[in-house]
């Protein structure tokens, strides 16, 4: 073997400094470069799960990632707290299956935010209700959905029973990548385990009275499917704040941006101008929702102006001090 032989890897699992590849067909332990991690300009630029990155094996059981190659698409959020930073949560995923239990988990306008977040991605999206076993009202429910988000992949399905899971399965064909995204609880672990054959993941009961998962899934993981293609485990977020432009939020409520050309108001923000098209035709759900995300969106483009400027502040002063000589 020629240990110095550059060639492509996919990244399974990452953590700080490490990470696990798919190589050759087999899983192997990797290590970024000091020269990878100081140029990255962000937490955003380093490998994470889903990455195509360029490696080089240093041993058999350990290779070193030296490149990130262009992510032809990635699910990302503003990182939890309150810095301005974009937390990728995968990377090169053609769809998004947005899990939800049709128990106490189940919100409309969370479903919403996370399809936002797929399609500024640009991955497409599917919304799977699970749990289906435990709700005689799942049709229902998969109508509302399909009308109030404007969304044609709709399923209820069941992990446990299997109802409607050769759909999923359909859906991810030879070579098609796939992140299953949801609260904690919702059951991607379980239909993960379904769809490999296999009890790989851990899964954990939901707390009775709300329904809420219990943070059972720890890591963001790329596994390889028996049909050919990939799937993405994720644990459930708390937060799923947004990393979108104003434009991405108008792009995702594009019902909204069509019938706000018939506004009286160029300017209209849809709130109590008279002559408003869009106030008594769209579902005042999702309308709320709107305004929300945009003002969502509108701090994020503030807090990025900011950071901008103060990096170039201290890019001044370093010039400042380098031309005095210090
Ligand atoms: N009744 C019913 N329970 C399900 C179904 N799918 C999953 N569950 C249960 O829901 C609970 C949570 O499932 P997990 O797969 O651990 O949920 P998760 O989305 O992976 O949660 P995190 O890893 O914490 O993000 C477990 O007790 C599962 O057995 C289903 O279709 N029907
Ligand atoms: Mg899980
Ligand atoms: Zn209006």
Not at 96 to 112: K, M, P, Q, S, Y
Not at 138 to 162: K, W
Not at 306 to 326: C, F, M, N, T
């Amino acid at each position: 073997m020629n240990t110095t032989e550059r060639t492509v890897a996919r990244v399974c699992v990452s953590q700080g400094d490490r990470a696990c590849v798919w190589m050759d067909g087999e899983i192997v332990d990797a290590l970024l470069t000091g020269a990878l991690t100081y140029a990255a300009g962000s937490a955003a630029d380093l490998p994470v799960t889903g990455d195509w990155v360029a490696v080089r094996r240093v041993e058999p059981s350990l290779a070193l990632i030296e490149e990130v190659l262009p992510r032809r698409s990635k699910i990302s959020r503003r990182a939890a707290g309150t810095r301005a930073e974009e937390q990728v949560l995968a990377a090169n995923v053609d769809l998004a299956l947005i899990v939800c239990g049709l128990d106490g988990d189940f919100n409309v306008r969370r479903l919403e935010r996370y399809l936002a977040i797929a399609r500024e991605g640009g991955a497409a999206a599917a919304i799977l209700l699970n749990k289906a076993d435990v709700n005689a009202d799942a049709r229902l429910a998969v109508e509302e959905v399909r009308r109030t988000l404007r969304v044609d992949h709709v399923v209820a399905i069941s992990a446990h029973t299997g109802q409607g899971c050769d759909v999923v399965e359909a859906m991810i064909g030879p070579g098609v990548t796939a992140v299953l995204l949801g609260s904690s609880g919702a059951g991607k672990s379980t239909l993960l385990n379904r769809i490999l054959g296999a009890a790989t993941q851990r899964t954990a009961a939901v707390r009775e009275s709300d329904s809420r998962g219990r943070h059972t899934t720890t890591h963001r993981e790329l596994m390889a499917l028996p049909s050919g293609g990939f799937l993405i485990d994720t644990p459930g977020l708390r937060e799923i704040q947004l990393w979108m432009s104003e434009a991405g939020v108008a792009a995702v409520f594009d019902d909204i941006a069509a019938l706000a050309t018939q506004c009286r108001f160029r300017d209209c923000t849809h709130n109590s101008e008279p002559g408003c098209a869009v106030r008594h035709a769209v579902d005042p759900g999702r309308l709320e929702s709107f305004h929300k995300l945009r003002r969502e969106s509108e701090r994020l483009t503030g807090a990025l102006t900011e950071k901008q400027r103060w990096r170039s502040i201290h890019k001044a002063v370093k010039q400042l001090y380098k031309l005095r000589g210090h």
